[in-house]
């Protein structure tokens, strides 16, 4: 029984991953956490018995401690209590919290010597020199669950040295194809509908606004050590194929399979095994297209600028990062435009002072610093 | 300096295979063996200065001894020549020879501690157990050349126990879509125009009638440990990418790249090692697209054969093939039609009894036996 950790179990990630772990018998769960759901989060505890469950929001945890008292879990309150979920002794963490709060639990779980199911981006976009280092010298695997770095991290096997380039695929989201004209006016309601993944709120966005896509060049450049003018980032709308990557000799090496996130989910919590089958198989003897093309970077800025940010190293992923998520939330309050979300990240992105190999006080700071100035762009704005 | 021989180097691998090696400074090539064509094997032998020349053709390696005589190579003639340069002491052997020919000098290089760069697929499809035991226990490895098997070969990497399926890809050849009627009065010129890959001229008639895609199945029977019924034939028209692998938990991992055969020549030749590279990369921002369906076993009757050939076993993909090779001389020569192929095979596999775990005598008897008939069928029908 390999016992797993999941931080961020209420959300869609986490859903997913109790799901597999629910249909297989070689889990048991130590820990979870969550932000504030604790009724779908006590309905967790009732059914997978974890030893310890987390709540972020303390009145939550308060409520919740009362609820399950006729059951054995230690329910513990605020950052403190999930990053003490976190080093609770798992062997496998699942990080699937939102946005840049996920870092310090996730070094809590590296320090523990959990192995990590990475689901939060931008733990690596922030910190990954700190995280790799942390993971290099617990000697713990990071098992990517985004999709595009699962299938990159299987692409690549064995053979990291001879790694040329990456090919992130990207399904264009649902605004693919539009101008910049017809993004003026879109909802809350159409960015959230994605044509091909299930995935949560935050994501959504992002990948409607292609922030998302910038995010995971900035992780696969973390994860895979690859530079960014190396990802080359491409538009493929049945999202099959997962991600590619380019060997030394221009051989080229796909992962694909059907658009279901317990698929890469299934895979880092069974790394080194294989999983067992959660997805159908694909049949390609039923007639299947596969298309291929480049990204619209004029109209799909945010893309850009995580190349930008790239480029430019040290903190400014971190700037692009959390403004994209300061804006992200402004959006979904319906108190910007779609459009605006770009504008606020390429300010921040201008305005910010990049220090170069920063230490992990110093990327709170930039964290909370970018929130702050996207704020403020936004207060002059009224 | 990692030491080369080419068996069959005159012909359409063989020639690319030196065109690998002339290319790089990590090889010396000991031997080359080739059939009859004399005057571009004495023009390898003076640029590659091998220590054995092998020719088939008596008449032929006479005249070259004489041709030669000025360089210090050694010519070797017949059957028994081309066995004694494959012993010669390469620490890698590619097999390029067309037909079951190839299947003795194989198993002569791999008693002799080569590794083998297969090309000659009729090795595996007639002798495949024999081959696989020598290699076994001479702890040799064999590489596949065929692009198919060499992206089967790089996709299953080092997770050959969680392999579940392999989808095989197939161009289709230059009568994909076509009718039975149709087919009815194809010339050798038509047969002859393969859309994607420049190939010999058996592998490209075979390529036509599926064949080749049959005998693959075959191969990868015996090179993959993968039973026929969990080989799906897809059809595949952009020969972009070249085989898939389904793993137990229903990802799948593909090789793609441009239809060369350089590129999976340079990787059998490379191994373990990643190959340079001598082909372009790939560009998926330029628009592609790749599609995918099932073959149609009714008009490429070949291809059924193959897949009842793997299922009897034993002797009988040896008359599958060897029949096969009958035919498409036969066709070649003009002497028969394009379906009479297949009607000669079906009927070659009809009358043949197969024999379980049968010796190399035994498959040398059915090969034997298999052209024989052939030629007796055609004799009936004059």
Known sequence: MKKV??????????????????????????????????QLLEEQIRKFRPTFAAVYDEEGAKMLRENVKDTAVKVLAGLDGIREAASAGAEITVTAMVGSMGILPTLDAIEAGSDIALANKETMVCAGDIVRSAAKRKNIHIIPVDS?????????????????????????????????????????????????????????????SMMNKGLEVLEAVQLFGVEAKDIQVVIHRQSIVHSMVEFQDHSVIAQLGWPDMRLPIAYA??????????????????????????????????????????????????A?????????????????????????????????????????????????????YVSALWEGKQ
């Not at 699962?150 to 992130?168: D, H, N, P, T």
């Not at 799909?300 to 790239?310: D, K, M, Q, S, V």
């Not at 994209?324 to 319906?334: D, I, K, Q, R, Y």
Request: proline share 4%; aromatic share 8%; hydrophobic share 40%.
């Open 148 to 208: 595009e770095h699962s299938a990159i991290f299987q692409c690549i096997g064995e053979k990291q040295s001879a790694v040329k380039r990456i090919f992130l695929t990207a399904s264009g989201g649902p605004f693919a194809g539009k101008t910049r004209k017809e993004l003026e006016r879109v909802t809350v309601r159409d960015a959230l509908r994605h044509p091909n993944w299930s995935m949560g709120a935050k994501i959504t966005i992002d990948s409607a």
């Open 269 to 318: 919590l069974s790394y080194p095994k294989v999983a067992m089958p959660c997805v159908k198989p694909l049949d390609f003897t039923e007639k299947m297209t596969l298309t291929f093309e480049k990204p619209d970077l004029d109209t799909f800025g945010c893309l850009r600028l995580g190349y930008e940010a790239a480029r430019m190293g040290g903190t400014m992923p971190t």
């Open 5 to 38: 950790c999941i931080l961020g179990s209420t959300g869609s990630i986490g859903t997913q991953a109790l799901d597999v772990i629910g249909t297989e018998d070689n889990f048991s769960v130590t820990a979870l956490a969550a932000g504030s759901n604790i």
């Open 320 to 372: 692009y990062s959390s403004a994209g998520e300061a804006a992200v939330s402004l959006f979904l309050a319906e108190k910007c435009t779609f459009l605006e979300i770009e504008e606020f990240v390429e300010k921040t992105i201008a305005a910010h002072k990049t220090v170069i190999n920063p230490t992990l006080s110093c990327i709170i700071e930039t964290d909370k610093w970018a929130r702050a």
